[in-house]
């Protein structure tokens, strides 16, 4: 008999056990197109195809099988890191000539408003209507003119816990500083990347700390085990709380530059 591959072998043992989809959505906190992707075997179609091995585990965990055991068996069916890469440029590739056309749209939407206020500019000066007048004309009790004296900005970070999408804790950075990324916890398996396809750490330890590329609009963060996770992003300590009872746990930080 033809051996089942990974992604059909465990939709077998799923019905097998009489889960439904629901039930195994509810049990492994996956969504459910999720778990049909996997199922599928067509694991180049997951979101983020670096996290396979990940969510297959957790698959696994919630119907009581050797995930360990399978990836290792079925390990040639496993997104390869080239694979991987080629995927995410595509995906980039498709996103470029969105922002691409929706860049063009706008820059003539723009040049359209810049010629109407010049016509208007225009309509203005020749019929006198723009006078110039002083800005600031306060003046101190000895005539001497009180300057505007400008604050300084405090550069600062600002995180914000936007809400919990599946087994996808979403965060919102806003800073003006370099971003420090550091974690501790017991010795799990942790993958952190970025939305310019850089890989910082993807390995089983228990602590590192990391500086993120300063173009970078997006932080992906995976951890196999975040039951004892600490992250410290600029010196602010995310809360443990959100996280809830999860295990696996996949943090998304949207990061936005001031």
């Known amino acids: 008999m033809k051996q089942l591959k990974l992604g059909p072998l465990l939709r ?10 629901k039930e195994m959505s509810e049990r492994s906190k996956l969504k459910r197109t999720i778990i049909q992707i996997i199922e599928t075997g067509e694991f180049l179609n997951l979101p983020n195809p ?5 969510l297959i585990l957790e698959y696994t965990r919630a119907l009581n099988l050797n995930g360990h055991e399978l990836i290792e068996r079925y390990k040639d069916e496993l997104p390869t890191k080239k694979e991987v890469i080629e995927t995410r440029h595509k995906s980039q590739n498709d ?7 929706s860049l063009i749209t706008l820059g003539a939407i723009i040049l359209s408003l810049f010629v109407v206020w010049f016509i208007l500019l225009q309509i203005g000066a020749d019929g006198n209507l723009f006078t110039k007048k002083p800005i600031y004309d306060a003046v101190s009790s000895e005539g001497a003119i009180v300057k505007n004296q400008k604050e300084e900005v405090q550069s600062e970070t600002n995180i914000e816990f936007v809400g919990l999408d599946g087994n996808t804790l979403v965060y919102n950075i806003e800073t003006s500083e370099p971003i420090s990324f550091s974690f501790h916890s017991k010795n799990t398996l942790i993958n952190l990347t970025d939305n310019l396809n850089t890989g910082y750490v993807y390995d089983t330890i228990s602590e590192g700390q990391y500086d993120i590329n300063d173009d970078a609009t997006e932080l992906l963060f995976a951890v196999e085990d975040a039951t004892s996770m600490n992250i410290t992003i600029n010196n602010i300590q995310l809360n443990p709380e959100d996280r809830s009872d999860k295990k696996t746990v996949f943090y998304q930080f949207n990061i936005e530059r001031k």
């Open 12 to 21: 077998k043992r799923r019905e097998q056990s009489g889960v439904t989809l």
């Open 50 to 54: 670096k996290h396979a091995k990940l």
């Open 95 to 101: 996103a470029f000539q969105y922002l691409r056309k």
